[in-house]
């Protein structure tokens, strides 16, 4: 007995030094630190010819212009728009992506990436080290032996375990150094519906295509992230080709759409800090800039404290303010949870909240007034903000704009609106307890 009791003094001792280690380390690292509340005093309007280029000085972004080429919105048609392109390739493919998971897509991703290498074509593959962690080491070593450069993103260091937390969260398809395509969605049945019992449906996500001059751009931004990792398989570090950010075989077929091309905004959340989001103050100061509407879709809603206080004022101020995110039907019911217990202080100022009920909703989409339209892989929350290196394009595209609020208005028609009555009614122990107890560590999520 006094051996039992010996093990057990000492079992709660180290488990009392871990915990103190821990928040030693969260503290050290900054994170129980105060974050300023944004505020914007006297906005400028969306139709004000500054606005772009007052947004990309705010944010450090990259001011641009493309064509949209191509839009999609179900997740069989995006699987197969990006088989398509990498089909077409003549010279390059390139991809990005966060999570990537066993079973029919990612096969056949690797079927038609293979080929292709096999067949000439130069191929990168630059994927998550933690996205893409469940796919066996057969999987990366058949595409290895096809051609296929592989690159995994901020690969664990025992050296630095902090730095760990940084994931890239960008999903982007560049071929032949002269089309783009952008979106949220990842390479995995999860978006057919296929891994989760109260979840059948296919999710409700987009991605859109483009050419024109945002195709260097993004091509540099794929190039930043390649360069200063091993590939698999090799002792060499990557470096930067220039050539493949503007093949010299191309530039008359770039030019020849720049007459008709839409302005676009290159939002960038490279290695962000709690000082410094620049997705964070994309997202807000398009918020803050609305005079007639704002239309906003996140998966994973948790606004922070500044956020809602510029959804709020615009509802105050007359703006037709609609937020469209997951029911709980969500891939991460914790995270839902917890922004459930957001809802209050919107539905208490008249914000109109859709919770999509056919399956999980994983499409970020802004829309502000009738003039810009953002969208890319950044979801309203602080792992988006201050963890993740994103991508989200803003641009005034009309034949975009029109494409996203058409999907927005399918969103809502297929969603059930949250009352201010069914919020205050909500479960205690799923809503509230467990709600709160992840907001305590919503930072992180």
């Known amino acids: 007995m006094g051996l039992l009791l010996n093990i057990f003094q000492w079992s709660v001792v180290l488990g009392a030094a871990v915990v103190a280690l821990v928040l030693l380390s969260l503290y050290i690292r900054g994170a129980f630190r105060w974050r300023p509340v944004f505020q914007i005093e006297a906005a400028i309007a969306p139709q004000d010819a500054r606005f772009l280029l007052i947004l990309k000085s705010l944010t450090e972004s990259v001011s641009t212009t493309g064509n949209v080429i191509g839009f999609w919105h179900t997740a069989d048609s995006i699987q197969k728009a990006r088989l398509a392109a990498i089909e077409s390739a003549q010279h390059s493919i390139q991809?990005?992506?966060?999570?990537?998971?066993p079973g029919k897509r990612a096969q056949d991703f690797a079927e038609a990436v293979a080929r292709r290498a096999a067949e000439g074509i130069k191929v990168q593959l630059l994927v998550d080290s933690w996205g893409t962690r469940k796919l066996p080491m057969r999987y990366w070593h058949h595409l290895h032996s096809a051609g296929v450069q592989i690159v995994f993103f901020n690969p664990f260091d025992i050296r630095a375990p902090a730095n760990y937390a940084g994931r890239t969260h960008r999903k982007l398809l560049i071929i032949d150094g002269d089309r783009v395509w952008?979106?949220?969605?990842?390479?995995?049945d999860l978006w057919d519906g296929s891994e989760k019992a109260d979840d059948t449906g296919p999710w409700f996500d987009i991605e859109a295509a483009f050419t024109g001059e945002i195709v260097t751009?993004?091509?540099?931004?794929?190039?930043?992230?390649?360069?200063?990792?091993?590939?698999f398989q090799t002792d060499k570090a990557t470096v930067v080709n220039m050539t493949n950010i503007w093949p010299a075989d191309q530039p008359q077929r770039r030019h020849a759409s720049a007459a008709n091309a839409s302005d676009m905004m290159v939002a960038l959340g490279t290695k962000p800090s709690y000082r410094d989001s620049p997705i964070e103050i994309t997202k807000q100061t398009l918020l803050a800039c609305a005079r007639d509407r704002i239309w906003l879709s996140s998966p994973y809603f948790l606004p922070n404290k500044s956020t809602r206080n510029l959804l709020i004022a615009a509802q105050q101020s007359g703006i037709d303010v609609?937020?469209?995110?997951?029911?709980?039907?969500?891939d991460k019911k914790p995270v839902y949870y917890a922004s459930y217990e957001v809802y209050g202080t919107l539905l208490q100022a008249g914000i109109n909240i859709f919770e999509y009920q056919p399956s999980m909703s994983h499409a970020k989409m802004l829309i502000i007034d009738h003039a810009w339209v953002n969208m890319g892989s950044a979801n309203l929350d602080y792992r988006s903000f201050l963890h993740n290196d994103e991508l989200d394009i803003v641009t005034n595209s009309q034949l975009l704009l029109q494409q996203?609020?058409?999907?927005?208005?399918q969103g809502f028609a297929n969603s059930?609106?949250?009352?201010?009555?069914?919020?205050q009614n909500r479960a205690w122990l799923k809503h509230r307890m467990v709600g709160n107890a992840v907001r305590l560590v919503q930072w992180q999520l």
Do not use: C, D, N
């Open 416 to 423: 059930r609106q949250i009352s201010l009555t069914q919020w």
């Open 217 to 231: 751009v993004l091509s540099t931004v794929f190039q930043s992230h390649w360069q200063g990792y091993k590939p």
């Open 95 to 101: 991809f990005e992506t966060f999570i990537m998971t």
């Open 322 to 330: 609609r937020i469209l995110t997951t029911s709980e039907r969500s």
């Open 182 to 188: 952008i979106g949220g969605a990842g390479i995995s």
């Open 404 to 409: 996203v609020e058409q999907v927005f208005q």
